[in-house]
């Protein structure tokens, strides 16, 4: 089993569309969670940390089941400008704090 | 807002070279990281880096591989002798205790 495993995609959906992205990792002993966005061939961009109370920010919320190992992120009323590849990233338990990333999910919003 | 910064942006190199991607995290972060991403693939861990030692390191990170922080300010990486399946992008990232990672823009190295 993937480390974290993330929807293959693409997703294609037209502006104003609401978008969810699922996510599941295999280390139950994983600390922190979240989701970054990268464009293309630029860098990972904190998106947001996922809590276990689930959380909101704008137009995204994102939310956390430990016990499922299931993380989701949701993009309401979506815009062009979200267009990107969505990173479902989990923090191992490890001492070094390292980064798990899934493989990705991209999304494009049409006009 | 303060960066993370890599230089070089883009680095060619002739297979067997030894490069050095050099990284300057944000000046109050403590805990130091270096992750690759080879081309249409995830995004790869490589090392962590924290009081001056390697605290992690993946398979990737053999004894080719090897990291300083020589002056307080810069982080850097060194291949010794590259391999084509080292081209990739190479994100540096770092942060303060209890916090998230914070990447840098990138080096894309390119082994010929």
């Known amino acids: 089993r993937k480390e974290v495993e993330q929807d293959p995609g693409p997703f294609n959906v037209p502006e104003g569309a609401t978008v969810a992205f699922n996510c599941t990792y295999s280390n139950s002993a994983s600390q922190s969670f979240f989701w970054y966005r990268q464009d293309c061939r630029k860098e990972p961009k904190l998106l947001m940390s996922v809590y276990s109370s689930g959380n909101e920010d704008g137009r995204f919320t994102a939310q956390l089941n430990r016990a499922s190992q299931y993380i989701s992120l949701l993009i309401r009323d979506s815009k062009l400008s979200d267009s990107a590849t969505y990173l479902c990233v989990v923090n191992s338990a490890g001492q070094g704090g390292k980064l798990i990333f899934g493989q990705g999910t991209e999304l494009s919003v049409k006009p | 807002e303060p960066e993370v910064t890599q230089t070089p942006s883009h680095q060619v190199t002739q297979m067997g070279q030894e490069v050095i991607l050099r990284c300057v995290p944000i000046?109050?972060?403590?805990?130091f990281y270096w992750y690759r991403q080879i081309l249409g693939q995830k995004v790869e861990f490589l090392v962590s880096?924290?009081?001056?030692?390697?605290?992690?390191k993946s398979e990737i990170f053999d004894d080719q591989f090897s990291v300083e922080r020589p002056d307080g300010s810069n982080f850097t990486l060194k291949i010794r002798s590259t391999k084509l399946e080292d081209s990739a992008m190479y994100f540096c990232a770092s942060r303060r205790n209890n916090q998230p990672q914070h990447f840098g823009d990138g080096t894309r190295l390119s082994i010929l």
């Open positions: 000046s109050n972060h403590l805990y």
């Open positions: 880096f924290y009081n001056n030692e390697i605290s992690e």
